[in-house]
C-alpha cells in the first residue's frame, strides 16, 4: 500500500488508493511547513508527504522532520531559516506578529477557519486538495469520509443516548467541561451521545457539586499528557467527584487523544468519534 492515503486508510479502513505522486506537479515547487495535528494529517492523506519539510510539535507524523515550535507560539526566524515557500495552518496558529513577519519575507501564509462541523472538515480538503495541486485526490478524501460518517451516524441512531461529560485535565487547574461548541462535543453527537452542558460555550471550570449533579453515563477526558488519563484510578484520584457518577462507580471513563481536538474536526478526531460510539453502545 503507497503512502498516499496511508493516513487516511489507517483511519477509515478504506480501500487502497494509486493515485501517483507524479501527478502533484505542483507538489514539488512548495516547501511547506505544515502547522497543527488536524492540518498535517490531511496533507498527508492527499498524498502531500514529499512537500512537507518541517511541522509544529504537536503534529506527530511525518517523523523525522524538523519541529517548529508550539502552533500558538511559532517564531519566524526559526522558520525561515528551513527556506519554505508556504506556512499552513489553521485559525488557531500564531502570532500574528510572527505570521506577519513570514508573509514580509515572502513566505505564503495560509491561515483556514475551523470549525467542529463536517462541512468545514470538507472545505479545509476542498483548500489543501487545491494548494497541492489535485482536486481528485480531494473528492476522493471527501467521498471515503462521507461513507464512513454515514455508517457512523447509523451506529449512533441506534445507540441509547447517554449523558457523555468530556473534562479536560491540567495538574495545578481547575477541571474544565467541553460545551456545546467545542469538537469535544461533536464528538459526542456524532457518536450518539448527549453533552449534559452543550448550552455552554467553550470549555468551563466545573465545580464538584455540578459534576455529582449531572450525573453523566460516560466520561472522557484529555489534556496535555493525555495518556496518564488511560489509567482510570488516576481520572479519578484527580477528579473524586466522579466516584459519585454513573460513570465513576462503572468506570466508564475514557482517555482521548489531544490530537483529535486540535484544529477543528479532523480525520483523528472522526476515528475517536468511532470509538466513543463503541463506549456508549458497550454502555446501552
Same mark, same amino acid.
Not at 487516511?8 to 505542483?26: D, E, K, N, R, V
Not at 487523544?257 to 474536526?265: E, I, M, R
Given at each position: 500500500?503507497?503512502r ?9 479502513g ?13 507538489m514539488?515547487? @512548495? ?21 512537507? !519539510? ?6 506527530p ?10 502552533h500558538?507560539?511559532?517564531?519566524? @526566524? ?20 510572527a505570521?506577519d513577519?513570514?508573509?514580509?519575507a ?16 470538507? @472545505?479545509?480538503?476542498?483548500?489543501l486538495?487545491?494548494? *497541492? ?11 471515503? !469520509? ?11 441512531k ?28 461533536a ?18 471550570p ?13 466520561? *472522557? ?27 465513576g462507580?462503572?468506570?466508564a ?16 478526531s ?8 463503541l463506549? !456508549?453502545?458497550?454502555g446501552?
Amino acid at each position: 500500500m503507497g503512502r498516499r492515503f496511508a493516513l487516511a486508510l489507517s483511519l477509515f479502513g478504506c480501500a487502497t488508493l494509486s493515485l501517483s505522486a507524479l501527478s502533484l506537479p505542483a507538489m514539488a515547487q @512548495e516547501r511547506i511547513v505544515s502547522v497543527g495535528p488536524a492540518t498535517t494529517e490531511l496533507i498527508l492523506a492527499l498524498g502531500g508527504e514529499s512537500s512537507i !519539510i518541517a511541522t509544529d510539535v504537536s503534529s506527530p507524523e511525518p517523523k523525522n522532520l524538523p519541529k517548529v515550535g508550539y502552533h500558538r507560539a511559532l517564531a519566524a @526566524e526559526g522558520i525561515l531559516s528551513l527556506a519554505p515557500t508556504r506556512v499552513v495552518g489553521s485559525d488557531e496558529m500564531g502570532p500574528n506578529a510572527a505570521l506577519d513577519q513570514l508573509r514580509r519575507a515572502g513566505v505564503k501564509v495560509d491561515v483556514m477557519a475551523t470549525a467542529p462541523t463536517l462541512a468545514n472538515l470538507n @472545505e479545509r480538503i476542498d483548500t489543501l486538495a487545491q494548494l *497541492l495541486g489535485d482536486p481528485a485526490a480531494g473528492a476522493k478524501l471527501k467521498a471515503d !469520509i462521507a461513507s464512513q460518517s454515514d455508517k457512523l451516524a447509523a451506529q449512533a441512531k441506534q445507540n441509547k443516548p447517554l449523558k457523555v461529560a468530556f473534562l479536560l485535565l491540567h495538574k495545578g487547574q481547575p477541571t474544565s467541561i467541553a460545551g456545546g461548541n467545542t469538537t469535544a462535543s461533536a464528538l459526542i453527537t456524532l457518536a450518539g451521545g448527549v453533552n449534559p452542558v452543550a448550552q455552554l460555550h467553550d470549555y468551563k471550570p466545573v465545580s464538584t457539586e455540578s459534576l455529582i449533579e449531572m450525573q453523566p453515563d460516560l466520561v *472522557l477526558v484529555s489534556g496535555r499528557d493525555w495518556q496518564q488519563y488511560q489509567n482510570i484510578d488516576s481520572v479519578l484520584a484527580q477528579v473524586p467527584a466522579l466516584a459519585a457518577t454513573p460513570a465513576g462507580k462503572s468506570k466508564a471513563i475514557h482517555a482521548i487523544d489531544g490530537h483529535a481536538l486540535q484544529g477543528g474536526l479532523s480525520l483523528r478526531s472522526l476515528q475517536q468519534a468511532n470509538q466513543i460510539a463503541l463506549w !456508549i453502545q458497550q454502555g446501552s
